[in-house]
């Protein structure tokens, strides 16, 4: 069974479409939950890290949120340059400190 | 300052041959990680070094991966008699304090076994 699950796999959207993207995951208890973007040929970028319910973090475009269940990534007025893969991580208290396990990945394209 | 290096950025090997991927972290992270990104599949943990801790091992697929840090920084991924699955992009990532602190990652290294 899958501990981290993105959807949607895929996600287009026209320039300025808003839309949200979301993690679900299943853990023995949270140390964290990551926002990693990953371009095309390049290694993972990061975003954000959330560590508890209710929390909210923003850069730029993006915000990210944190339930005891799920994350959601939302994008305001996507820009064309904002077209990559977004990668959800957790940190669980059940593995090894630091090991993160990682969604398929969500990928965005905007098209202008 | 520079941010994590990985090398070669493409490999093209035999089945059968033995190759090494090579990382360099970022100066004065202590934690280091290797994945493996495979084709429509989420990052694979793989290996995990801590300072001067016995490193977790228990992502390794089998007894041909091996991983060694020295001196606390640069770390080399080994992969013994490779097979076709084990081409795959491997990427390293480095943090200043595990499981607190962000992993920031290389470029990754191709890997392709024919």
């Known amino acids: 069974e899958d501990q981290v699950t993105q959807s949607p796999e895929a996600l287009r959207l026209q320039e300025g479409e808003s839309s949200s993207l979301n993690c679900s995951y299943t853990v023995s208890g949270l140390r964290g939950l990551f926002w990693y973007r990953q371009d095309p040929g390049k290694g993972p970028e990061f975003l954000f890290t959330?560590?508890?319910a209710g929390e909210e973090k923003e850069k730029e475009r993006l915000k990210a949120t944190l339930t005891k269940k799920e994350s959601f990534l939302h994008i305001t007025a996507p820009k064309p340059e904002d077209s990559a893969t977004y990668l959800c991580a957790v940190d669980d208290y059940g593995g090894s400190q630091g090991n993160l396990i990682f969604g398929k990945g969500t990928k965005l394209s905007v098209k202008p | 300052g520079a941010g994590v290096s990985q090398s070669p950025s493409n490999k093209v090997t035999e089945k059968g041959k033995d190759v090494e991927l090579r990382c360099d972290p970022i100066s004065g992270h202590t934690a280091l990680y290797w994945y493996r990104q495979s084709l429509g599949q989420g990052l694979e943990f793989l290996i995990y070094?801590?300072?001067?801790?016995?490193?977790?091992k228990s992502g390794l697929p089998s007894d041909r991966f091996s991983a060694e840090r020295t001196g606390g920084s640069v770390s080399t991924l080994t992969i013994q008699r490779t097979q076709q699955e084990d081409s795959a992009v491997y990427l390293c990532?480095?943090?200043?304090?595990?499981?607190?602190?962000?992993?920031?990652f290389g470029p990754g290294t191709r890997l392709t076994v024919l």
């Open positions: 070094f801590q300072g001067n801790s016995a490193p977790d």
């Open positions: 959330l560590y508890s």
């Open positions: 990532a480095s943090s200043a304090v595990p499981g607190v602190d962000e992993q920031f």
